[in-house]
């Protein structure tokens, strides 16, 4: 009895750790959507890049939320609204 314990409180600990890495993977990937949204506003000759990282950043944030369980029709919400940002910054000048 006390191993099958052990082997639970082992299992459930490595599933809280694997959800919370992936949490820490989608927060990390929204610091990094933030700061390449940052810099897209203020730069001039570094856009495409910075697109590309955009794009990249915002993709880690949606695995890194789907993989915790988020509803697929919230994860539509959010990427929607990442989408028309990085439109907005595509359609913006630089300032």
Same mark, same amino acid.
Do not use: K, P, Q, V
């Given at each position: 009895m006390a191993q099958a314990l052990d082997l639970a409180s082992t299992s459930e600990g490595g599933i809280i750790a694997e959800a919370n890495n992936k949490?820490?993977?989608a927060l /990390? *990937?929204?610091?990094?959507l933030l700061a390449a949204g940052t810099a897209l506003v203020r730069a001039r000759t570094a856009r495409p890049a910075l697109l590309d990282a955009y794009d990249d950043a915002a993709d880690r944030l949606i /695995? *890194?939320?789907?993989d915790n369980g988020i509803p697929e029709a919230e994860l539509q919400k959010v990427h929607k609204a990442?989408?028309?940002l990085r439109l907005a910054f595509e359609e913006t000048p630089p300032g």
């Open positions: 949490l820490l993977s /990390d *990937g929204f610091e990094l /695995d *890194g939320l789907r990442i989408s028309r």
